[in-house]
Nanobody, 123 residues
Framework: QVQLVESGGGLVQAGGSLRLSCAASGSVFRINAMGWYRQAPGKQRELVATITSTGRTNYADSVKGRFTISRDNAKNTVYLQMNSLKPEDTAVYSC?????????????????WGQGTQVTVSS
């Protein structure tokens, strides 16, 4: 079994910073792309940032210059450093990973989601 466990959410004032972490556990063989998505109340889930296995990144226009995604392949972990936070960044942030794991018999590639972590930015 594979799990994505997130941490680092919380309450912060506008202009502040938070760092989210997402670690993949289990019989992970290889992690391909990883990313962060968010969903605010009453809105659809939207992409925040993604990073490929080679380190290529992609950001939503709304977070460019403020958020930085990075990964530690040795720890199967992806991070999201969020600076200059705004009230409109308030949402549940979820980690996503496209990864390959060994199920004891063969290798399986699948898409996984973390449980989500709340980020609240007060004005």
């Amino acid at each position: 079994q594979v799990q994505l466990v997130e941490s680092g959410g919380g309450l912060v004032q506008a202009g502040g910073s938070l760092r989210l972490s997402c670690a993949a556990s289990g019989s992970v063989f290889r992690i391909n792309a990883m990313g962060w998505y968010r969903q605010a109340p009453g809105k659809q889930r939207e992409l925040v940032a993604t990073i490929t296995s080679t380190g290529r990144t992609n950001y939503a226009d709304s977070v460019k210059g403020r958020f930085t995604i990075s990964r530690d392949n040795a720890k199967n972990t992806v991070y999201l450093q969020m600076n200059s936070l705004k009230p409109e960044d308030t949402a549940v942030y979820s980690c996503n990973a496209d990864l390959t794991y060994y199920n004891g018999a063969y290798y399986v590639t699948n898409d996984y989601w973390g449980q989500g972590t709340q980020v609240t930015v007060s004005s």
